[in-house]
């Protein structure tokens, strides 16, 4: 090992580790050579190995078993970015550790001499634990890049209070990231509640959400409390948010920017306290544009998007969601599943125009015929992909018989009607004319 810097020396690394020990996070010191000079209690507790020495040793041969630094392995290197900008770097990535691989979320801060020079960094080193490198009977499961680069902007988001958006396709695991969000949050202990925003009226998802009185409509007779007062001191995921209607839509906003709701039929304004995240495989940017979706409720709720990948941009995770999809689907008593190879490549090639839900229904139908235990490529009934017209023209007409259904019910100016759908009077001048109103 090459002699350290005057600020390396060996007393003065341990001064550092003897302070980095009253942190309860892994961490550990380098040099610019990736080597690890020396770690904190945790780290020793959680990474190193009995009678496997680590100092002097190469940080990405000890957390990837690499024998080049992540950077020239296809990966990101944390080091290399922050001895280039001298700030600090942060990176989600897959480590082995004692337990087997686990996603590791690496932050490196440098540390810089008088002369402003990068002689050393510290490494924190946090284990996710929303989430499997392996397989598993509940939660998240992935490791391929895609996969990553999603887990690693919910990890960033998710100790704060910042609404989250969930944008991807129809069953690529939109519930489970919201889940992860709220396990990952300080607010973990509160609970997690889930809206499903599709097929409500307005009436419904009022009533729904907020709750209602006694006597508030036929059937109403007690006072039930609604999801949003379910969900206090936790997490409120609206699940295909671009479904609520367009009438209830600034209620929704109310609520988010004021922290405030009315139960239904009662005229005393009750307090919310909740973390808001929504999903939706729809456009909204493109039913903003349209009418369909207020602009201001939009941009309330999307300040953090995160795009999940489909299964198909995720390839190199079948294999692993499909064991875990076995394990969890409930074989019979002194059975388990495995896939041949010849299943498993088909499975792969497949292009997953379900992802997930449909992998998933696969998988359920298979095992019914796996008689020995292996499915086979005749146990899989895998369909090709349905080919639907574009939906923008049914979205528009939705949008259109909406807005007209508003115009008529409204007792107001056009200005008025315009701030309370969210849009200035001229794009409401626009849409009006063309539904024939204006």
């Not at 202990?189 to 709750?211: K, Q």
């Not at 019979?332 to 010849?342: A, F, H, N, V």
């Not at 229904?361 to 899989?380: M, T, W």
Request: aromatic share 6%; net charge neutral.
């Amino acid at each position: 090992m090459p002699p350290l810097p005057d600020v390396l020396q060996a007393f003065q690394v341990q001064a550092l580790i003897s302070y980095l020990d009253h942190e309860p996070t892994p961490m550990i010191v380098m040099n610019t050579e990736y080597e690890i000079l020396a770690a904190n209690g945790a780290y020793q507790r959680q990474f190193a190995v009995a009678g496997k020495p680590y100092l002097g040793h190469k940080c990405y041969a000890m957390s990837h078993h690499y024998q080049v630094p992540c950077d020239q392995a296809g990966e990101h290197c944390p080091l290399q970015s922050a001895l280039a900008s001298k700030g600090p770097d942060r990176v989600l990535h897959v480590h082995h550790t004692p337990r087997g691989p686990e996603h590791v979320d690496v932050e490196l801060r440098p540390i810089i001499d008088a002369s402003q020079q990068v002689v050393g960094f510290v490494e924190r080193l946090q284990t996710v634990r929303h989430a499997s490198v392996q397989a598993s009977r509940q939660g998240l499961v992935g490791q391929s890049g895609a996969f990553n680069r999603a887990l690693g902007e919910l990890q960033r988001v998710a100790a704060s209070e910042l609404p989250v958006l969930l944008l991807g396709e129809s069953g690529s695991g939109k519930e489970l990231f919201a889940r992860a969000v709220h396990e990952a949050s300080p607010r973990a202990r509160g609970p997690f509640v889930v809206v499903d925003c599709s097929g409500l009226t307005d009436s419904l998802f009022e009533s729904e959400l907020f709750g209602y009185e006694k006597g508030a409509f036929t059937g109403a007779h007690a006072r039930k409390a609604g999801l949003v007062e379910t969900a206090q001191g936790g997490t409120l995921f609206l699940d295909e948010i671009g479904d609520v209607p367009l009438g209830m839509q600034v209620k929704l906003l109310r609520l988010i920017e004021s922290g405030t709701y009315r139960r239904v039929g009662a005229v005393d304004t009750q307090q919310a306290e909740f973390r808001l995240v929504a999903a939706t495989h729809k456009p909204l940017s493109q039913m903003v544009l349209e009418g369909g979706f207020r602009q201001d409720l939009y941009y309330r709720i999307s300040a953090f998007p995160i795009h999940l990948p489909a299964l198909r941009e995720r390839r190199d995770d079948i294999p692993l969601l499909v064991e875990s999809l076995l394990q969890r689907g409930g074989a019979l008593p002194g059975k388990r599943l495995r896939t041949s190879p010849e299943a498993m490549a088909q499975l792969i090639r497949h292009d997953w125009p379900g992802n997930i839900r449909e992998l998933r229904n696969v998988l359920e139908r298979a095992r019914l015929f796996a008689d020995d235990g292996v499915i086979r490529p005749e146990h899989l009934a895998l369909q090709p992909a349905i080919s639907l017209p574009s939906a923008a023209p049914a979205r528009a007409k939705t949008a259109a018989t909406d807005l007209t259904q508003i115009a008529r019910h409204f007792q107001g100016s056009r200005k008025e009607l315009a701030a309370s759908l969210g849009m200035s009077e001229r794009t409401l001048y626009r849409r009006l004319k063309a539904a024939g109103l204006a």
